[in-house]
């Protein structure tokens, strides 16, 4: 599904930063993978350039077998529209408009009508649990709701990858499981592969396979299988 | 202090944002420094020629537009105390060598002129001329200064042409007057030539515009004056040359007032600006203040931080604004120049721009205090920060604008307390006139969010029906954001209320002054001595009357003499013309008084008919008597009627001709009036006019049509200035909603980014953030046509109404107000063009912000 062939990204700033050193990697369909390593280790800036977030500086980054390294902009956001769902750690929602209205959004930007979009919005609330809180602004909510309303958003077209970066990382540890929970769930619902960033083991636990990065190296892939 | 180092380097990144937040305190102090230096240094100038001009006049006596008769010569001479009394005619005129060939001529005695001025003449020295003053007295001498000379390369003996009542005439240079204090008044652009000949090229007869006196040393001057005023009675009025140099400032008062307003409008913009920079960037900051909070900060050093920074903005834009003032103030100078020469018959030639210290550091603290006004607010929810909310990533804190409901009922209060002051009979005061302008501004100010809101939820659907998903998201995030949105509409609300309220106030009193022109001015055929109708320094005779009227094809001639007159400080209008006749042809409206018994009073008494505003300015009514000081004494005349008329903003006054000739000594004639017989073609006549009086009189003919145009163009030229009102306040708009979108647009690129990720293509966020754009101006300029409408009904019922009297129909300006909507939206799409660009082509990664 997700493959990287030698893959490094280098950050210009006063002295060149290497953030990803020569990365090659493999992600089956509906494997769910763990990314951890220290931090600067480029656990970010891997998810990133798996979902067409930035572009390497050398390699290649095909999603489905798309060569992501070879789209451009608008290409990139039309991909992303149909297969790739985003969790960040800092949920990432937009402050102005309400719950069912994040969620509705991905629907509305593909031209569906208003509310033929929040019915589905409602649809994929209620399957995080927050169909009682759908009116609410993202800063009337807890950290864990929000959490679970940008899950929500990634799953508008039940993409087939969904990519998390530390999406547990801002909550505490009980809610942190409720949200690996529902992306358990997601991922055996939908049959989609997830690439979830994470420094807690514990989260790393519920993965069957655990890559490990050191300095933008990939320095272990455990392939551990359930 | 280490803090400013957070400044500096906020400054640094942020570099256009706060340059185009300073630039609206340039602005405003820009148009304040520039408008008020323009007046001060063209009172300053016209003060300084006096001055100079003077000489060693100590007192100067003066009998208005209709001159002193050769008489009173004698008489101030032989008043006690009087040293020298010298006769003095200036005029302007022009020379062949166009706009820069003004010249002031004066016409003087120069054997007992000499004394006065102490005239340095550099003369022919080949020549050996036994009676140098009696050489230069000849009718055809003329004496330039020197520097007029060299700069037009004139010479000893060469001829120099000037416009004269007689047509173009030739004068012979037979002296120049070297380099002092009299040749540098007026630029340098001086003539001095003898009296006589002077009364005979500007068709003065035997008048003098002016005596002037020195007195035997040991004389106090004020009580000189006040003895020679008692000698000389009421009908002549003596002055020191400084009070006479103040009649300036009674011309460019109507100016000043518009132009403190507008100045102030901008000001109040530049606030706005400030304001919603500052909020934007405390939002921003917010973990910044928290961090600095966590680090032991005060909120005191914290609100100190922003309030230092908007100092420095403060500073930065007052220097810069009074900068741009100085270039400015040279080019309002030269138009206000040309407008007083207009209307007012007053001429000025500026030199450089002069400037008070004291007004420059006013104008650079009021730029402050406005900057640090703006940023008030924000730098007191910058102290509130808290620090744990702040830093705790994903949380918002609401930092500004709550108690909505308390905001509207306070700002719906002022509103309606502002209406019921322009009720009261207070409401001509001046000071509460600038009370209520800012009651409407503040109330609107407070309302704007409400209304904002409002007209967004409305706005909602037809925009989801005309531009689909972009539109309704648009509107959402309007709905959504009002704080965001709401200084941005207040500030192009304000400007736009400006440009609305004065187009409609301009549009008003056009509208009645075409009216009422086309009541009065109703002759065939209208001859004049100045092309461009204003200025009287040239006369006809009494006597050209039968000559025009025995010219075939002509039923009647009237003759139209109008002076401006001094009445309680100000230069009022007087205009005298065969009242009967005129009765019979004009059909002007009466506000008191019934047509048969007016026109019957004037041409039979002391009658006279005042002007609409006169009548409003000095409460003078039917029945009631003015009091006139008229060279032949104070005569108190009868108000038989009050009409409507537009001729003077400063009042006007009517009279026959009879009574004005029989009062004032003076039978010249500054336009004649020409009725044609039934049929005669008025193009055929002017021809027969003109060809009559060929070469032997400087005049001009116009048929009803010509003058009426030019007619229209004074009052245009007059208007030019809510002209330029406008474009400022278009300026300040423009400016405005430049800085707010940059400002907006440039801080939600995370909200960009983040739609980006979610699915939102290129165009599509372009179309959403352009109609974001747009909807802000449709909002701003509904709300601005809507308190431009307002405002425009406050001028004219009580600034228009106290400064000309005038009690205009208000006619609101629609065009102004539906053109804006295409060219605000406009300018909204292309000013947020730029930034919506930016924060679509910045790289993901960086638009949702390094973590
Ligand atoms: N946008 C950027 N500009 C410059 N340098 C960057 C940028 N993004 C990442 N880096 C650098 O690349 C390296 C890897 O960063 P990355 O964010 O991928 O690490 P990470 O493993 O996600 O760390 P963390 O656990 O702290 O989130 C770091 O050294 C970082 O400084
Ligand atoms: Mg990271």
Same mark, same amino acid.
């Given at each position: 599904?997700?493959?990287?062939?030698?893959?490094?990204?280098?950050?210009?700033?006063?002295?060149?930063?290497?953030?990803?050193?020569?990365?090659?990697?493999?992600?089956?369909?509906?494997?769910?993978?763990?990314?951890?390593?220290?931090?600067?280790?480029?656990?970010?800036?891997?998810?990133?350039?798996?979902?067409?977030?930035?572009?390497?500086?050398?390699? #290649?980054?095909?999603?489905?077998?798309?060569?992501?390294?070879?789209?451009?902009?608008?290409?990139?956001?039309?991909?992303?529209?149909?297969?790739?769902?985003?969790?960040?750690?800092?949920?990432?929602?937009?402050?102005?408009?309400?719950?069912?209205?994040?969620?509705?959004?991905?629907?509305?930007?593909?031209?569906?009508?208003?509310?033929?979009?929040?019915?589905?919005?409602?649809?994929?609330?209620?399957?995080?649990?927050?169909?009682?809180?759908?009116?609410?602004?993202?800063?009337?909510?807890?950290?864990?709701? #929000?959490?679970?309303?940008?899950?929500?958003?990634?799953?508008?077209?039940?993409?087939?990858?969904?990519?998390?970066?530390?999406?547990?990382?801002?909550?505490?540890?009980?809610?942190?499981?409720?949200?690996?929970?529902?992306?358990?769930?997601?991922?055996?619902?939908?049959?989609?592969?997830?690439?979830?960033?994470?420094?807690?083991?514990?989260?790393?636990?519920?993965?069957?396979?655990?890559?490990?990065?050191?300095?933008?190296?990939?320095?272990?892939?455990?392939?551990?299988?359930? | 202090?280490?803090?400013?180092?957070?400044?500096?380097?906020?400054?640094?990144?942020?570099?256009?944002?706060?340059?185009?937040?300073?630039?609206?305190?340039?602005?405003?102090?820009?148009?304040?420094?520039?408008?008020?230096?323009?007046?001060?240094?063209?009172?300053?100038?016209?003060?300084?020629?006096?001055?100079?001009?003077?000489?060693?006049?100590?007192?100067?006596?003066?009998?208005?537009?209709?001159?002193?008769?050769?008489?009173?010569?004698?008489?101030?001479?032989?008043?006690?105390?009087?040293?020298?009394?010298?006769?003095?005619?200036?005029?302007?005129?022009?020379?062949?060598?166009?706009?820069?060939?003004?010249?002031?001529?004066?016409?003087?005695?120069?054997?007992?002129?000499?004394?006065?001025?102490?005239?340095?003449?550099?003369?022919?020295?080949?020549?050996?001329?036994?009676?140098?003053?009696?050489?230069?007295?000849?009718?055809?001498?003329?004496?330039?200064?020197?520097?007029?000379?060299?700069?037009?390369?004139?010479?000893?003996?060469?001829?120099?042409?000037?416009?004269?009542?007689?047509?173009?005439?030739?004068?012979?240079?037979?002296?120049?007057?070297?380099?002092?204090?009299?040749?540098?008044?007026?630029?340098?652009?001086?003539?001095?030539?003898?009296?006589?000949?002077?009364?005979?090229?500007?068709?003065?007869?035997?008048?003098?515009?002016?005596?002037?006196?020195?007195?035997?040393?040991?004389?106090?001057?004020?009580?000189?004056?006040?003895?020679?005023?008692?000698?000389?009675?009421?009908?002549?009025?003596?002055?020191?040359?400084?009070?006479?140099?103040?009649?300036?400032?009674?011309?460019?008062?109507?100016?000043?007032?518009?132009?403190?307003?507008?100045?102030?409008?901008?000001?109040?913009?530049?606030?706005?600006?400030?304001?919603?920079?500052?909020?934007?960037?405390?939002?921003?900051? &917010?973990?910044?203040?928290?961090?600095?909070?966590?680090?032991?900060?005060?909120?005191?050093?914290?609100?100190?931080?922003?309030?230092?920074?908007?100092?420095?903005?403060?500073?930065?834009?007052?220097?810069?604004?009074?900068?741009?003032?100085?270039?400015?103030?040279?080019?309002?100078?030269?138009?206000?120049?040309?407008?007083?020469?207009?209307?007012?018959?007053?001429?000025?030639?500026?030199?450089?721009?002069?400037?008070?210290?004291?007004?420059?550091?006013?104008?650079?603290?009021?730029?402050?205090?406005?900057?640090?006004?703006?940023?008030?607010?924000?730098?007191?929810?910058?102290?509130?920060?808290?620090?744990?909310?702040?830093?705790?990533?994903?949380?918002?804190?609401?930092?500004?604008?709550?108690?909505?409901?308390?905001? &509207?009922?306070?700002?719906?209060?002022?509103?309606?307390?502002?209406?019921?002051?322009?009720?009261?009979?207070?409401?001509?005061?001046?000071?509460?006139?600038?009370?209520?302008?800012?009651?409407?501004?503040?109330?609107?100010?407070?309302?704007?969010?409400?209304?904002?809101?409002?007209?967004?939820?409305?706005?909602?659907?037809?925009?989801? &029906?005309?531009?689909?998903?972009?539109?309704?998201?648009?509107?959402?995030?309007?709905?959504?954001?009002?704080?965001?949105?709401?200084?941005?509409?207040?500030?192009?609300?304000?400007?736009?209320?400006?440009?609305?309220?004065?187009?409609?106030?301009?549009?008003?009193?056009?509208?009645?002054?075409?009216?009422?022109?086309?009541?009065?001015?109703?002759?065939?055929?209208?001859?004049?001595?100045?092309?461009?109708?204003?200025?009287?320094?040239?006369?006809?005779?009494?006597?050209?009357?039968?000559?025009?009227?025995?010219?075939?094809?002509?039923?009647?001639?009237?003759?139209?003499?109008?002076?401006?007159?001094?009445?309680?400080?100000?230069?009022?209008?007087?205009?005298?013309?065969?009242?009967?006749?005129?009765?019979?042809?004009?059909?002007?409206?009466?506000?008191?008084?019934? &047509?048969?018994?007016?026109?019957?009073?004037?041409?039979?008494?002391?009658?006279?008919?005042?002007?609409?505003?006169?009548?409003?300015?000095?409460?003078?009514?039917?029945?009631?008597?003015?009091?006139?000081?008229?060279?032949?004494?104070?005569?108190?005349?009868?108000?038989?009627?009050?009409?409507?008329?537009?001729?003077?903003?400063?009042?006007?006054?009517?009279?026959?001709?009879?009574?004005?000739?029989?009062?004032?000594?003076?039978?010249?004639?500054?336009?004649?009036?020409?009725?044609?017989?039934?049929?005669?073609?008025?193009?055929?006549?002017?021809?027969?006019?003109?060809?009559?009086?060929?070469?032997?009189?400087?005049?001009?003919?116009?048929?009803?049509?010509?003058?009426?145009?030019?007619?229209?163009?004074?009052?245009?030229?007059?208007?030019?200035?809510?002209?330029?009102?406008?474009?400022?306040?278009?300026?300040?708009?423009?400016?405005?909603?430049?800085?707010?979108?940059?400002?907006?647009?440039?801080?939600?690129?995370?909200?960009?980014?983040?739609?980006?990720?979610?699915?939102?293509?290129?165009?599509?966020?372009?179309?959403?953030?352009?109609?974001?754009?747009?909807?802000?101006?449709?909002?701003?300029?509904?709300?601005?046509?809507?308190?431009?409408?307002?405002?425009?009904?406050?001028?004219?019922?009580?600034?228009?109404?106290?400064?000309?009297?005038?009690?205009?129909?208000?006619?609101?300006?629609?065009?102004?107000?539906?053109?804006?909507?295409?060219?605000?939206?406009?300018?909204?799409?292309?000013?947020?063009?730029?930034?919506?660009?930016?924060?679509?082509?910045?790289?993901?990664?960086?638009?949702?912000?390094?973590?």
């Amino acid at each position: 599904m997700i493959e990287l062939r030698h893959v490094s990204k280098i950050f210009h700033l006063q002295k060149p930063v290497v953030a990803l050193d020569n990365v090659n990697l493999a992600i089956e369909a509906g494997e769910m993978v763990a990314v951890m390593g220290s931090s600067g280790s480029g656990k970010s800036t891997l998810l990133n350039l798996m979902g067409g977030l930035d572009r390497p500086s050398q390699g #290649q980054v095909l999603l489905g077998g798309h060569d992501l390294t070879t789209l451009r902009d608008d290409a990139l956001t039309e991909l992303r529209r149909e297969k790739i769902g985003f969790v960040f750690q800092f949920f990432n929602l937009i402050a102005t408009l309400t719950a069912l209205q994040n969620v509705a959004l991905p629907f509305l930007l593909r031209g569906l009508a208003r509310g033929k979009s929040e019915q589905k919005a409602l649809a994929l609330l209620e399957l995080v649990g927050l169909s009682g809180r759908s009116a609410h602004l993202p800063d009337e909510l807890s950290g864990g709701e #929000q959490q679970r309303v940008a899950i929500a958003r990634a799953l508008a077209f039940y993409p087939p990858v969904l990519l998390a970066d530390e999406p547990t990382g801002n909550l505490d540890s009980h809610t942190g499981i409720e949200i690996l929970t529902l992306l358990r769930q997601v991922r055996e619902q939908f049959r989609a592969t997830v690439v979830l960033v994470t420094h807690d083991p514990a989260a790393a636990a519920h993965c069957e396979r655990v890559l490990h990065l050191k300095d933008g190296r990939l320095l272990s892939d455990s392939n551990r299988k359930f | 202090m280490a803090l400013w180092l957070i400044s500096f380097q906020n400054f640094k990144i942020h570099w256009l944002k706060n340059l185009l937040t300073t630039f609206g305190i340039v602005l405003g102090v820009a148009v304040f420094f520039s408008m008020r230096t323009a007046n001060r240094s063209l009172t300053g100038e016209f003060h300084k020629t006096i001055d100079r001009i003077a000489g060693k006049a100590q007192l100067q006596v003066t009998a208005g537009e209709a001159g002193l008769p050769e008489a009173a010569l004698e008489q101030v001479q032989s008043v006690a105390g009087v040293e020298i009394a010298v006769p003095v005619i200036e005029a302007v005129v022009q020379s062949q060598f166009g706009e820069e060939g003004r010249l002031l001529l004066l016409g003087v005695d120069f054997t007992g002129d000499n004394r006065m001025r102490g005239y340095q003449i550099e003369e022919d020295a080949g020549t050996e001329i036994e009676d140098p003053l009696g050489f230069l007295a000849q009718p055809d001498s003329i004496c330039l200064t020197r520097e007029f000379a060299k700069r037009n390369n004139l010479k000893l003996q060469d001829a120099i042409e000037l416009d004269t009542a007689a047509g173009h005439k030739r004068f012979v240079v037979r002296g120049l007057v070297t380099p002092g204090n009299l040749a540098s008044a007026f630029g340098g652009n001086i003539a001095v030539m003898d009296i006589y000949a002077a009364q005979f090229v500007l068709n003065r007869g035997p008048k003098f515009d002016r005596i002037d006196i020195a007195l035997q040393s040991g004389q106090r001057l004020d009580a000189a004056q006040q003895h020679l005023q008692r000698r000389l009675g009421p009908g002549l009025k003596v002055e020191t040359p400084d009070q006479r140099g103040r009649q300036m400032e009674a011309l460019t008062s109507a100016f000043t007032v518009g132009l403190l307003f507008s100045s102030l409008v901008a000001l109040l913009v530049g606030v706005f600006l400030i304001f919603n920079s500052f909020a934007v960037a405390v939002t921003r900051r &917010r973990k910044d203040i928290g961090i600095l909070r966590a680090l032991g900060a005060t909120r005191r050093q914290v609100q100190l931080l922003f309030l230092s920074e908007a100092f420095f903005m403060g500073v930065v834009g007052s220097v810069a604004g009074v900068a741009a003032g100085w270039v400015g103030a040279r080019a309002v100078i030269s138009f206000m120049d040309r407008v007083i020469q207009g209307s007012y018959n007053v001429s000025v030639r500026t030199g450089s721009v002069q400037a008070e210290p004291l007004f420059i550091g006013l104008s650079v603290l009021l730029g402050i205090a406005a900057s640090l006004l703006g940023a008030l607010i924000p730098a007191r929810a910058a102290a509130r920060v808290d620090p744990v909310l702040a830093l705790q990533k994903g949380k918002h804190q609401t930092l500004l604008g709550r108690e909505t409901r308390a905001r &509207r009922l306070i700002g719906g209060a002022l509103l309606v307390l502002a209406l019921l002051l322009t009720l009261t009979p207070w409401a001509t005061r001046r000071s509460v006139q600038y009370l209520n302008f800012g009651l409407v501004f503040a109330g609107l100010a407070l309302l704007v969010p409400s209304l904002a809101h409002w007209l967004s939820l409305a706005l909602r659907a037809p925009l989801n &029906r005309l531009f689909g998903v972009e539109g309704l998201l648009a509107c959402d995030s309007l709905i959504q954001a009002p704080k965001r949105t709401s200084s941005t509409v207040a500030a192009l609300m304000f400007s736009l209320a400006f440009v609305v309220s004065n187009s409609t106030f301009t549009a008003s009193i056009k509208q009645s002054f075409r009216n009422w022109m086309q009541q009065s001015i109703n002759a065939d055929l209208f001859v004049t001595t100045s092309e461009s109708l204003t200025s009287r320094i040239f006369h006809f005779p009494a006597s050209m009357r039968a000559e025009i009227a025995s010219i075939p094809g002509i039923r009647q001639v009237d003759s139209v003499r109008i002076i401006n007159h001094d009445y309680r400080g100000s230069p009022i209008m007087i205009f005298s013309v065969e009242m009967e006749s005129y009765f019979r042809r004009a059909a002007f409206i009466l506000q008191e008084g019934d &047509r048969q018994d007016v026109s019957n009073q004037l041409t039979h008494a002391d009658a006279v008919l005042v002007s609409g505003n006169f009548s409003v300015l000095y409460n003078v009514h039917r029945g009631d008597r003015v009091q006139l000081a008229t060279p032949s004494g104070a005569v108190p005349f009868k108000v038989a009627g009050v009409m409507e008329d537009y001729s003077s903003d400063k009042g006007t006054i009517a009279m026959d001709r009879q009574t004005y000739v029989r009062h004032w000594r003076d039978d010249r004639v500054d336009t004649f009036d020409v009725m044609l017989v039934p049929g005669a073609g008025p193009d055929a006549i002017k021809r027969r006019i003109l060809t009559t009086f060929q070469d032997q009189k400087r005049l001009f003919v116009f048929t009803n049509g010509e003058f009426r145009s030019k007619i229209l163009v004074i009052i245009d030229q007059f208007f030019a200035l809510s002209y330029v009102q406008v474009i400022v306040a278009m300026a300040v708009a423009v400016l405005g909603i430049v800085n707010t979108l940059f400002i907006s647009i440039s801080d939600r690129r995370r909200d960009i980014g983040i739609i980006k990720v979610v699915g939102g293509m290129r165009r599509q966020i372009r179309k959403l953030i352009l109609l974001e754009a747009c909807c802000i101006s449709l909002i701003a300029t509904l709300l601005g046509g809507a308190g431009g409408a307002y405002l425009a009904y406050f001028t004219n019922r009580t600034i228009g109404l106290s400064l000309t009297g005038w009690w205009i129909p208000y006619s609101f300006d629609w065009i102004t107000a539906l053109l804006l909507f295409p060219v605000m939206t406009g300018v909204a799409a292309a000013a947020a063009w730029y930034p919506a660009n930016t924060a679509i082509g910045l790289p993901l990664i960086d638009a949702l912000g390094y973590e």
